[in-house]
């Protein structure tokens, strides 16, 4: 294993403390049994790594890759809200809508529209997107 050594403004340091901060208070209120809290150089490594995530997740779905592959996007819904323990039933009522319709989406069938997607994703409490969607190729 490598160690690096990297230097912080004290502005920046005092921000990187204040969100570690406030991702162990969010912990703990989804999970009160949970006691463990991020250390800041954890949170660091968590940020990068989650970055490195993120690009290579947009490696696969770039529109001007060289592949010729058709794909169509796909959402983890379901998943989400099945880790969370969110039921179909509850996340209908807070958006108003039957829930057979929130189940076609959860199960792929149909994918929404921009704005039901973001209602959806607020809903399951902001999950990051690259979490959220998925290719398959046709």
């Known amino acids: 294993m490598k160690e690096i050594t990297i230097k912080l403004k004290d502005e920046t340091y005092e921000q990187i403390r204040e969100i570690t901060e406030l991702e162990n208070l969010i912990n703990r209120h989804r ?5 463990d809290n991020y250390k800041i150089e954890e949170f660091i490594v968590g940020s990068i790594i989650d970055k490195m995530e993120q690009i290579k997740h947009f490696d696969l779905i770039n529109p001007f890759s060289e592949n010729q592959r058709q794909p169509c996007i796909k959402n983890r819904f379901k ?5 969370k323990k969110i039921y179909i039933k509850d996340i209908a009522d807070q958006l108003n809508m039957q829930p057979p319709n929130i189940s076609k989406i959860f199960n792929n069938v149909s ?10 994703w607020f809903v ?9 969607i998925y290719l398959e190729e046709d």
Do not use: S, T, V, Y
């Open 31 to 35: 999970d009160k049994n949970r006691n």
């Open 79 to 83: 998943e989400i809200a099945k880790q």
């Open 111 to 120: 994918q929404p529209r921009l704005e039901l997607f973001i209602k959806i």
């Open 124 to 132: 399951l409490g902001c999950p990051p997107l690259h979490q959220c």
